[in-house]
């Protein structure tokens, strides 16, 4: 099992370009999560998917379009890249076992916008 | 909308030290998760606490959930060096609200 996988890693944008995080799962889990993080702002969700053909909006949406392709995969669209989303992203899924919600998270990319 | 708080931000100890964060929710939370990140990695899950009072102890940590669960600690004994990296606390349900972390260095 490789869990959650992230791609890229590593990206480096000019302002105004476009691009795609890519995020599978492989433990057959509903749930999938997109989260940003910040030096002292912990993990902030961008945009979530409760189970596959749903989506919602999180607490920092705004310049971000997700599409949940399947049950294993969840990707982040950056339509026009800012300085401002220069950040951490990283995926993460869970799966309700009885009152668990633990939620695993991909290994991140790091994206830096010039 | 619901905040949760984590203090402090950053903590130094020198090796065999006690190390304590705290978490305050701005809610009543229905259960509180805490998750560890490593320098450079991601986070992982630690535990969960469901019950009001829960307390609940791994090796040298251990979690503690408040009588109102609005409020959690984490304490942990007689830090090591690899204990060092950031610690979130997270409530909610399967949206999570994460708290800003607490930053822990570990002087050997």
């Known amino acids: 099992n490789a869990g959650v996988t992230q791609t890229p890693k590593f990206q480096v944008l000019k302002t105004g370009q476009s691009m795609t995080l890519q995020c599978a799962q492989d433990?057959?889990?509903?749930?999938m999560y997109w989260y940003r993080q910040d030096p002292g702002m912990g993990l902030r969700l961008i945009y979530y998917?409760?189970?596959?053909?749903?989506?919602d909006k999180g607490e920092v949406p705004n310049g971000y379009n997700v599409s949940r392709l399947n049950k294993r995969e969840f990707s982040l669209r950056l339509e026009s890249a800012a300085p401002s989303q220069t950040s951490v992203y990283f995926c993460?899924?869970?799966?309700?076992?009885?009152?668990?919600?633990?939620?695993?998270f991909g290994p991140g990319t790091r994206l830096t916008v010039t | 909308g619901q905040q949760v708080m984590q203090i402090p931000q950053y903590q130094h100890v020198q090796e065999g030290e006690d190390f304590t964060t705290y978490c305050n929710s701005s809610?009543?939370?229905?259960?509180i998760q805490w998750y560890k990140q490593r320098p450079g990695g991601h986070p992982v899950f630690l535990i969960q606490?469901?019950?009001?009072?829960e307390v609940k102890k791994q090796k040298r940590l251990t979690f503690q959930f408040g009588e109102a669960k609005k409020n959690s600690s984490l304490h942990i004994t007689a830090t090591q060096t690899t204990d060092v990296g950031t610690y979130f606390c997270?409530?909610?349900?399967?949206?999570?609200?994460f708290g800003q972390g607490t930053e822990l260095s570990v002087k050997p």
């Open positions: 997270a409530g909610g349900g399967g949206k999570l609200i």
């Open positions: 809610t009543t939370l229905s259960n």
């Open positions: 993460a899924s869970s799966e309700l076992r009885g009152i668990s919600y633990e939620q695993y």
């Open positions: 998917s409760a189970s596959e053909g749903t989506t």
């Open positions: 606490l469901v019950k009001s009072g």
């Open positions: 433990m057959n889990h509903n749930s």
